[in-house]
Every structure is written in structure tokens, then in C-alpha cells.
């Protein structure tokens, strides 16, 4: 059984930067970041696809997030910069149990993390 968690989170001000770690245990493919906002449901932020070793992003975090994966330590990260409110929201890590193209829906994903909290103070 795969087991993801996350650390890192925190409060950081507009701006500030912050780094998201998630440690996974047993063998995982795809991975990827998503996050989830009060009221809103869960988005795709970026993701490292196994085969090809490309990384992918969601607009919005272009240029301000960039993703890195560990594999001889099991670790994905998520380095945030230039972090602004609107990246407040609970981030998790997400793994598939089989090697296929990257998906951005949360539902193609079949391990989570228990997340970790992003607040960005104005």
C-alpha cells in the first residue's frame, strides 16, 4: 500500500516562498500537486510524469511554481514562489498506480496525501 505525506505548509507572506515536500512509500508512477481552496474544488497545479520525465503546470502557477521529484529518495517537491493569496488553499500530493499519460483530474489519481495548509497573508 502506497503512502503519501506531505510537510512544509505554513503562513508566508505575499511574495514569500515556500517549499512542499511529500515522502511516498512503495512503488508510484505519475505524480503530482493539486490544492483546495475553501468553496472550490480540487484543482491540478503541476505533476512529473513518470515515463517521460516531463514536468507539467497549470497556468497559473507558470513561472512562480516549479516541481522536482527525487526518486532514489521517494520525495516529490513543490517549490512555490512569489506566492500571492490566492495560492491559499490545502495542497496535496497525488500518485497513480500505473504509468500513463499525466491526467489533471483528481479522480485518474489513486493515492493522496493527508495535505498540508498554504496560507499567503496580504
Known amino acids: 500500500q502506497v503512502q503519501l505525506v506531505e510537510s512544509g505548509g505554513g503562513l508566508v507572506q505575499v511574495g514569500g516562498s515556500l517549499r512542499l515536500s511529500c515522502a511516498a512509500s512503495?512503488?508510484?508512477?505519475?505524480m503530482a500537486w493539486f490544492r483546495q481552496a475553501p468553496g472550490k474544488e480540487r484543482e491540478f497545479v503541476g505533476g512529473?510524469?513518470?515515463?517521460?520525465?516531463?514536468?507539467f503546470y497549470a497556468d497559473f502557477v507558470k513561472g512562480r511554481f516549479t516541481i522536482s521529484r527525487d526518486d532514489g529518495k521517494d520525495m516529490l517537491y513543490l517549490h512555490m514562489n512569489r506566492l500571492k493569496p490566492e495560492d491559499t488553499a490545502v495542497y496535496y500530493c497525488?500518485?497513480?498506480?500505473?504509468?500513463?499519460?499525466?491526467?489533471?483530474?483528481?479522480?485518474?489519481?489513486?493515492?493522496w496525501g493527508q495535505g498540508t495548509q498554504v496560507t499567503v497573508s496580504s
Open positions: 497525488a500518485a497513480r498506480k500505473v504509468a500513463a499519460v499525466m491526467e489533471t483530474t483528481s479522480a485518474a489519481y489513486d493515492y
Open positions: 512503495g512503488v508510484t508512477f505519475n
Open positions: 512529473h510524469d513518470w515515463n517521460s520525465g516531463r514536468l
